[in-house]
């Protein structure tokens, strides 16, 4: 009888294939062949397979590995873990938040689709799961354990790991808003998904908002508010403030002082007096129309802005919201001719629709009162500006309506040199030059990028959603912001690698990065089928991107694995 046997010599395994029988009654090894330790035998039955695969298994690895490594980093799913632990039976709630923000970050889809995603990534090979463990329901069943106070605690933990072990500074935090809408029906109960101002132009459907406040170090959201979709960003700014005030020892971790940078809409007295009483300085901006004495100053007046091509700037000391502040108007020429470009187009729109509305008129096939065409007139040029400068004439004569109408240039002309291209920017902090203060409000731009990104549907999306009571809608929100803080925090390193790239460029190319498995029959048609993984060719990008993010080590042979 043969069989394989295993001995010890100086604490290493080595293997005999050996043939037994019974001489004299007694069981002897009649024959012993020495076959080697283990990975002799594995390269002989590797050496013995056929030379094409019975079949090719192809999965994604560069975004969803990259992500995984981050989030291990960030102690993500430990976070969550800790914040709402489960019973050791199953899959715990920190393995499916990771999972529902690596799916956000690569490939967004609907929980129902999770388990095909997982399959179709190299996720699978590192984090041990069956497909029934990502059943809609086994994950929301998870999920009902993050109440909103738990979502505070995991965000204000993630938000003091990533300043502490990535080193953000969080010297200047831009705060913002946007919505997003959905496709809840009207009926359905919550206090989330209402109509309101849709910055996607679909005020028909319910909406629900998000403010974030990010660092300007590449945008990495520190806390993040889900807010109804008819609630101004005023409101948002103000349901904030406490949530601020809490975090502010965790922010000032590694800064002498924060200055906090939003935008016009977010200005209230309430608010302002909220942030006076509070430690956070702040760069701000100021409805332009409410100071028309200062849109009054001439040009001459302003000074060039040290750094900033074409851009003007004139400092005063006004009080406002009961405070004096320190108010810098600028002029930007690039401004200027951006919105000279917007009030051509606009008026040529409302001109085409004049004409259209007095050829209607002079053909006299319509019943329109005096009033109704009043009423027309008025809509076409309600748009911004084009009231001032489109002058219209309405006449009733013996042959019916008479529409004319033509641009004041004279008018126009005052328009554009009092109010176009210009900023009324305002501060606490007097010790700022009208360069850092102008360098303060553009940092807004990092989260209208984020906000961006976040509506496109490729990568960090916030669609789709499929979910309808307020409790959903909340932890979906909150894994899309932390997978903006993966996704950025992986551009960070990136960018710090010197590689010039977008986040979206960026985990377009990570995504492109494919495992390879080639899947061969067993050797000698017993036991499992065995494997062999490769990744796909690196392009020049690729191979920059895979070295920044340690992404080798991860590769078939890297001998490492990330640990959820």
């Known amino acids: 009888m043969a069989s394989i046997i295993k001995k010890m010599k100086r604490g290493k395994a080595y293997y005999y294939l050996v043939e037994s029988s019974r001489v004299e009654g007694k069981p002897r090894i009649v024959r012993q062949v020495y076959l080697g330790k283990a990975a002799d035998l594995l390269a002989r039955l590797d050496a013995a397979a056929p030379a094409d695969p019975d079949r090719v298994r192809v999965r994604e690895f560069g975004a969803s590995m990259a992500a995984l490594a981050i989030a291990t980093e960030l102690g993500l799913s430990s976070i969550v873990d800790e914040v709402a632990p489960k019973r050791a039976q199953g899959v715990s709630v920190g393995t499916h938040f990771t999972l529902a923000a690596l799916n956000r970050v690569a490939a967004p889809c609907s929980k129902s689709q999770m388990g095909a995603w997982y399959e179709r990534s190299a996720l699978s090979s590192h984090i041990k799961l069956k497909s029934a463990d990502l059943a809609p329901q086994r994950f929301w069943d998870a999920m009902d354990r993050l109440g909103e106070s738990e979502l505070r605690a995991i965000e204000s933990k993630l938000g003091e790991v990533a300043i502490e072990h990535f080193g953000i500074d969080t010297s200047a935090l831009v705060l913002d808003a946007t919505n997003f809408f959905t496709f809840i029906d009207s009926a359905t109960p919550g206090d989330l998904p209402r109509r309101g101002h849709s910055k996607q132009k679909r005020h028909d459907l319910r909406q629900v908002g998000l403010a974030l406040l990010v660092s300007t170090d590449s945008c990495v959201p520190l806390t993040s508010l889900s807010y109804p979709g008819n609630m101004a960003d005023s409101r948002s700014f103000a349901a904030l403030s406490e949530t601020l005030i809490e975090r502010y020892q965790t922010f ?11 935008d016009k809409g977010n200005n209230s ?16 901006s100021l409805v332009p129309t409410h100071h028309p004495e ?6 001459s ?3 060039a802005v040290e750094g900033y091509a074409g851009v003007l700037s004139h400092r005063v000391e006004k009080e406002v919201f009961g405070v004096s502040r320190t108010l810098v108007v600028t002029f930007s020429e690039e401004l200027y001719a951006k919105q000279r470009r917007g009030l051509d187009q606009t008026l040529a729109k409302a001109a085409r629709q004049l004409g259209d509305l007095s050829a209607l ?3 006299g096939r319509h019943r329109r009162t005096m009033h109704d ?13 084009v009231r001032s400068v489109m002058h219209t004439e309405l006449n009733d004569g013996p042959g019916g309506f008479a529409l004319d109408f033509h641009v004041d240039e004279e008018a126009r002309e005052e328009v554009e040199g009092v109010h176009f291209g210009k900023r009324i920017l305002f501060t606490d902090r007097t010790d700022l030059s009208d360069a850092q203060i102008v360098a303060a409000y553009r940092s807004q731009s990092v989260v209208e990028n984020a906000f961006r990104q976040m509506k496109d549907p490729t990568f960090i999306s916030f669609s789709p959603m499929f979910h309808w009571t307020d409790d959903k809608i909340r932890v979906h929100v909150f894994y899309c912001v932390v997978a903006l803080m993966i ?6 390193r990136v960018r710090a690698a010197g590689i010039d790239i977008s986040p979206k460029a960026m ?3 990570l995504s492109q990065i494919k495992l390879v498995d080639l899947i061969y029959a067993p050797a000698g048609g017993i036991g499992r089928p065995r494997v062999r993984s490769e990744t796909s060719e690196l392009s020049d990008v690729q191979r920059c991107l895979v070295d920044a993010l340690g992404l080798a080590e991860y590769m078939p042979g890297g001998g490492n694995t990330p640990k959820t």
């Open 252 to 262: 000032a971790s590694g800064v002498s002082d924060i200055t906090l940078v939003f």
């Open 294 to 299: 200062l849109l009054a100053v001439d040009l």
């Open 373 to 385: 065409v009043e009423a027309m007139i008025a809509e076409i040029c309600q748009p911004r500006w």
């Open 487 to 492: 996704a950025n925090l992986m551009w960070r």
């Open 361 to 363: 008129l002079t053909r």
């Open 269 to 284: 007295a309430a608010n302002f007096a909220s942030l006076d009483a509070s430690p956070y300085h702040f760069v701000g």
């Open 301 to 303: 007046a302003f000074s």
């Open 507 to 509: 985990l377009t190319e």
